[in-house]
């Protein structure tokens, strides 16, 4: 969920210093402007000014233009999540973690938004989401078992790592519908209500007053 930018319409050249973050853009542009099944991975390596060999060097497809920072994000907390003290506690640890790895402002939005309706729209991408959103989950779910002794597959791991998740794609649609704040408030209060429970006195709290 890595700083972006807004998606701008492509320009035929190669960008200075030409990288996987500059071929993400122009491949977003020409997703919006001619749509996804129409654009060809040829078609984006030489609005960027780059082989198509070089494109595969960044993506193996186009559909993994989409999911490549939502991939790097998974990889980034099991990374995170490896260096917590042992004795932080679960949740307190998990949230973290989340926090840390997601770096997305309210100006980032409308690149967000593109990407959320392309894959709403193309069945090919919407039919992957879900080994993606798995992947995430499973990043959460492995981290729990290691420190409670509990199988990766096992109930507990499985509800936490998938609670999580849902939790995180709540906080997500609201930080997207609002861009009123950095989506690092919208994770806390939504997280932090998880862990405490979702008792009443959670709920009654206005999700921008952090808890204990």
Same mark, same amino acid.
């Given at each position: ?76 907390? +099991?990374? =995170? !999540? $490896? ?9 307190? *640890?998990?949230?973290? &973690?989340? %926090?840390? #790895? ?7 939005v ?5 990407r959320?309706?392309?894959?709403g ?40 790592? +998938?609670? =999580? !998740? $849902? ?9 997207? *519908?609002?861009?009123? &704040?950095? %989506?690092? #408030? ?11 429970g ?15």
């Open positions: 969920m890595s700083e972006s930018v807004a998606v701008e319409p492509s320009r035929r050249g190669r960008p200075p210093g030409t990288s996987g973050r500059a071929l993400e853009v122009i491949a977003l542009a020409l997703f919006t402007e001619q749509g996804f099944d129409a654009t060809t991975t040829d078609q984006i390596a030489a609005a960027a000014g780059v082989s198509k060999r070089t494109f595969f060097r960044y993506f193996d497809s186009k559909a993994d233009v989409l999911w490549s920072a939502f991939d790097a994000e998974v990889e980034n907390i +099991r990374l =995170t !999540l $490896a260096r917590v003290p042992v004795d932080q506690p679960v949740m307190d *640890a998990v949230r973290q &973690a989340v %926090l840390e #790895v997601n770096h997305y402002r309210a100006e980032d409308p690149e967000l938004r593109t959320m309706n392309l894959i729209a193309v069945p090919e991408l919407g039919a992957s989401a879900a080994v993606h959103y798995d992947a995430w989950g499973r990043a959460v779910s492995t981290f729990v078992a290691a420190r409670t002794g509990q199988p990766a597959d096992s109930l507990y791991p499985l509800t936490v790592g +998938r609670a =999580t !998740l $849902a939790a995180c794609r709540a906080a997500y649609e609201q930080w997207a *519908a609002r861009a009123d &704040a950095d %989506l690092t #408030v919208y994770l806390d209060a939504a997280l932090r209500a998880l862990a405490a979702f008792t009443d006195d959670v709920l009654h709290r206005p999700p921008h007053v952090r808890g204990t």
